[in-house]
């Protein structure tokens, strides 16, 4: 089965302590991103990656970081720096960047709670 | 002001009803996506738009490029379309999601 996976499903963090979300995809896409959702608001991009061993911010990036070393993987870690962190949060993936006529595939997202 | 403003927020219909949600956005685009996210979070794409209208069973989505304004129409609606629909639009290598519309489906 292809597809996006996302674990674990609901995390629960002690302030002060960094997190990190699993994403992995099969689809052999290049391209992946994460994704910020807030009750009452569209989602809002944290980082993305055009190719393994590149990536770049989004609109909502302080207080978080990814890595890419592989093209199935890009995991985000929330640091202790992210002053709101309860939120839940979307993997994506998508074949290319190619300017907008690809479709995004999601992960079934991640819910951290920040006791 | 967002780049991408959906209506209704919220939508109650009893089964059988024709539903009409809306999207409006300020951007030129290169694409708009019409998304459902199920009650346990997870996303699925239902259309992805450059100009004109697509079906997909019960599902119709149509696109004015000139007004900038989208909407997805559901037919025959029925508790199992109870979900919430997110407008996106595409520009670039950016991406903009409207805040989504709830819909909820009586029997």
């Known amino acids: 089965d292809g597809g996006i996976t996302q674990s674990p499903k609901y995390l629960f963090r002690k302030e002060g302590q960094n997190v990190t979300l699993s994403c992995e995809q099969n689809l052999n896409h290049d391209a992946m991103y994460w994704y910020r959702q807030d009750p009452g608001q569209g989602l809002r991009l944290i980082y993305y990656s055009q190719i393994v061993n590149d990536f770049q911010k989004g609109d909502i990036a302080e207080g978080y970081s990814v890595s890419r070393e592989k093209k199935e993987s890009f995991p985000l870690t929330v640091t202790s720096a992210q002053k709101n962190p309860t939120a839940f949060y979307l993997c994506?993936?998508?074949?290319?960047?190619?300017?907008?006529?690809?479709?995004?595939?999601f992960g079934p997202g991640t819910r951290l709670t920040v006791l | 002001k967002n780049e991408v403003e959906q209506s209704p927020q919220n939508l109650t219909a009893q089964e059988g009803e024709f539903i009409t949600i809306n999207c409006s956005y300020s951007v030129g685009i290169s694409a708009l996506h019409w998304l459902q996210q199920h009650p346990g979070g997870g996303i699925v794409s239902l259309f992805m738009l450059s100009s004109g209208k697509k079906k997909h069973g019960r599902l119709i989505a149509t696109i004015n490029i000139q007004e900038k304004h989208s909407s997805l129409h559901i037919t025959a609606s029925h508790p199992r379309d109870s979900a919430v629909y997110i407008c996106a639009v595409r520009f670039g290598n950016d991406m903009r999601f409207g805040a989504g519309t709830r819909l909820t489906v009586k029997p």
């Open positions: 994506a993936s998508s074949i290319g960047l190619t300017g907008g006529t690809d479709t995004q595939y």
